[in-house]
């Protein structure tokens, strides 16, 4: 099984910093893109940035030049570091990973299972 847990979240006020973490785990032979998206209430969940396992990235134009996403592959964890949070950004932030890990009949590869996401409240 794999498992991805979000941490990091909170209430800031705008202008501020937070950083957010996410942990793969499980039996993990590798983790190729990972990305952080968000869901805010009455929305649909939103993509906020990828990056690939070699360092590349990508962002919604919402956020780019304010969040930067980072990964460190030794600890199968990606970071999403939000700076100039604005209220908007107010939301429950999740997640995923595509992930190729050992079951009982080899090698799969699959979209991590979504974890409980971690919610930012951004105050004025």
């Known amino acids: 099984q794999v498992q991805l847990v979000e941490s990091g979240g909170g209430l800031v006020q705008a202008g501020g910093s937070l950083r957010l973490s996410c942990a793969a785990s499980?039996?993990?032979?590798?983790?190729?893109?990972m990305g952080w998206y968000r869901q805010a209430p009455g929305k649909q969940r939103e993509l906020v940035a990828t990056?690939?396992?070699?360092?590349?990235?990508k962002y919604s134009d919402s956020v780019r030049g304010r969040f930067t996403i980072s990964r460190d592959n030794a600890q199968k964890t990606v970071f999403l570091q939000m700076n100039s949070p604005k209220p908007e950004d107010t939301a429950v932030y999740y997640c995923?990973?595509?992930?190729?890990?050992?079951?009982?009949?080899?090698?799969?590869?699959?979209?991590?299972?979504w974890g409980q996401g971690t919610q930012v409240t951004v105050s004025l």
């Open positions: 995923n990973a595509d992930v190729r890990y050992l079951t009982s009949g080899g090698f799969a590869r699959i979209a991590a299972p």
């Open positions: 990056i690939t396992s070699g360092g590349s990235t």
């Open positions: 499980g039996r993990i032979s590798s983790i190729n893109d």
